[in-house]
């Protein structure tokens, strides 16, 4: 299945399901915080990831974003790297059940963007449907968005989709898919699984992350927290 047929499996299926809410308004006047840190390895080389992420929600429609991002290599350090970006979404209740989003932005680093020249400050725009709800009586949420990325010189198109299960009360199994695309070596393939536990304090993850691009292969665990505040 092509990049095309994927996205449009996707947006079918979400459109078909039957749901109650969505995942992607973090809520009137609230603020959601989510710090991630993974550990893997690159062609033989250990390396650490931390990544900070926020949103902000201006009003029921409209939701601030800033995320900033690190890579550290043990042995490594001119492979070191770090990137920030910044949007502003807006969302649009399709029906009580689904949601669209069209969401843009600009981006700035390696850690994000990419080597060369996709590394300077860019623009992304990203439009995107989510749906939550249950199968067989499972709670469910399920997702798709696609997003192309402009630099000087370089561009990237992008996909994601994920589906989480609820497997106990607390617990949610979540699976999310990647793909990279700016020709040759710039197009990667990644996927990741996690548990999620919803605490009352906040939402836990734990997860296996496996990314493939070029003549390069990453295995990574990470381990994510966050937060919301109503403010």
Known sequence: MGFKGLIGFFLLALLQLSAAAAPWH???NALYTSLSISTGEVEELQNTRSSFYGEFSLSSDWTVT??????AFEDETDFNSDAWRATLRRTYNLTDTVRFSL????????????FGTCSRIGAEIRAGAAWT??????DTYSYVEIAQREHDGCSRSLAE???????TRDIWLVTQ???EDGGGLARSYKSQTGILWKGERGEYMLGYRNESGGEFR???VFISIARRFTL
């Open 26 to 28: 973090v809520g009137d």
């Open 161 to 167: 989709v994920g589906i989480g299960r609820k497997a």
């Open 66 to 71: 800033a995320k900033v991002e690190q890579v």
């Open 133 to 138: 709800g249950q199968i067989r009586k499972t």
């Open 177 to 179: 898919a990647f793909i």
């Open 103 to 114: 969401e843009g932005g600009v981006l700035q680093g390696e850690a994000i963007g990419g």
């Open 218 to 220: 990453e295995d990574a």
